[in-house]
């Protein structure tokens, strides 16, 4: 009963280093989201995957990319990282109905020095 | 104009009072309406999901839907230390299956 499951917990990067943020969910749901959290900014999406193959930039893709490996796994990859990419990061997945209700990982605490 | 939009607090209450949360959006055609609730340090929860216009109602919570003036809002009832959290408005835009999250209230019910 793992539900959205998110890896690593924490990170710390250097300026200019590469990582990839993995998310896997269990629900067999169609749709999964990256978003990032900081603070008084609530929740802001980087990309979305509506269904498996496909992706989507959200409202703040630049320094990112992402690949919908299959229905389960929808990795978050900074190529290059920056201090302005410090932050909370959330996988959500939804089943893709009318409902739109969105189910989270517990997150990943990055900070790039 | 942020497309949604809440009061960022923080909100006292005493335990045992009825807190009032509120969050407006500016997309007409939103369909769907969420409220999450965010403890320190962990991921969102979703608390009340409500789709049409009125109020609904779950234990001590109850959603309340305008559509004609693009307001919802979240009451607490008997409201409990255990409540103190960030309560984060989400909504559904009229097209796609994305969300736009408000930034969130801090609520703080007092013992």
């Known amino acids: 009963n793992a539900g959205v499951t998110q890896t690593p917990k924490f990170q710390v990067l250097k300026t200019g280093q590469s990582m990839t943020l993995q998310c896997a969910q269990d629900?067999?749901?169609?749709?999964m989201y990256w978003y990032r959290q900081d603070p008084g900014m609530g929740l802001r999406l980087i990309y979305y995957s509506a269904s498996e193959g496909t992706t989507d930039k959200g409202e703040v893709p630049n320094g990112y990319n992402v690949s919908r490996l299959n229905k389960r796994e929808f990795s978050l990859r900074l190529e290059s990282a920056a201090p302005s990419q410090t932050s909370v990061y959330f996988c959500?997945?939804?089943?893709?109905?009318?409902?739109?209700?969105?189910?989270f990982g517990a997150g990943t605490r990055l900070s790039v020095l | 104009q942020k497309e949604v939009e809440q009061n960022s607090g923080p909100l006292s209450v005493p335990e045992g009072a009825i807190a009032s949360l509120n969050c407006t959006y500016s997309d007409r055609g939103s369909q769907s309406f969420f409220w999450y609730r965010q403890y320190s340090g962990k991921s969102p929860e979703l608390i009340m999901s409500i789709y049409s216009n009125g109020d609904k109602e779950d234990g001590r919570f109850t959603a309340q839907l305008n559509k004609a003036s693009q307001y919802v809002s979240l009451l607490i009832r008997d409201s409990q230390p255990s409540d103190s959290a960030t309560y984060l408005c989400?909504?559904?835009?009229?097209?796609?299956?994305?969300?736009?999250f408000g930034a969130g209230t801090i609520l703080r019910v007092k013992s």
């Open positions: 629900m067999n749901h169609n749709s």
């Open positions: 959500a997945s939804n089943e893709g109905n009318s409902k739109n209700i969105q189910y």
């Open positions: 989400a909504v559904n835009p009229e097209y796609g299956n994305k969300l736009v």
